[in-house]
């Protein structure tokens, strides 16, 4: 097996819109922006995204889009709206738009674990690359 490097890369929660975000951390995590990029290889690298509290969600999404959860059972259905959703956890909105597109096979947990999500500007890594 090749010997992988990985880098850090910077994005800023409050520069752009949640879905490009979700894109670009997506596309880094799994190693596509590389030109040695192999499908069947986890060779991407380490995402650190900072103010995720200052979230940036274009049109009336923030009142309008609906997270629903069915717990299984008859009249389970749980619904909360995005507003919501980031006051209680802005970190959470971020992880699962970048957990969606990611490809579902057994590379995807690995990938998740080197993405980083801090609420600020304050953290503790040694960052090369910003986006």
């Known amino acids: 097996m090749k010997n992988i490097t990985r880098k850090y890369h910077l994005f800023d929660a ?5 879905g490009r975000l979700a894109t670009e951390i997506a596309t880094v995590l799994r190693g ?5 990029f192999t499908p069947h290889i986890d060779g991407g690298d380490i995402a650190v995204i900072i103010n995720s509290d200052e979230l ?10 609906m997270y629903h ?3 299984g059972y008859p ?3 749980r619904s909360v709206q995005l507003k919501d959703k980031i006051e209680a956890d802005s970190r959470k909105v971020i992880s699962e738009a970048v ?3 990611l490809p579902k096979n057994k590379l995807r947990n690995r990938m998740m674990t ?5 609420k600020d500007d304050k953290h503790e890594h040694k960052i090369e690359i910003t986006h």
Not at 14 to 18: E, G, N, Q, T, V
Not at 32 to 36: L, Q, T
Not at 114 to 118: F, L, N, P
């Open 14 to 18: 409050k520069s752009k819109p949640l």
């Open 56 to 65: 940036v969600v274009t049109g009336a999404k923030l009142r309008d889009k």
């Open 69 to 71: 959860y069915f717990s």
């Open 99 to 101: 957990y969606g597109m």
């Open 75 to 77: 009249g389970g259905v």
């Open 114 to 118: 080197r993405m980083k999500i801090y």
């Open 32 to 36: 596509k922006n590389k030109v040695d």
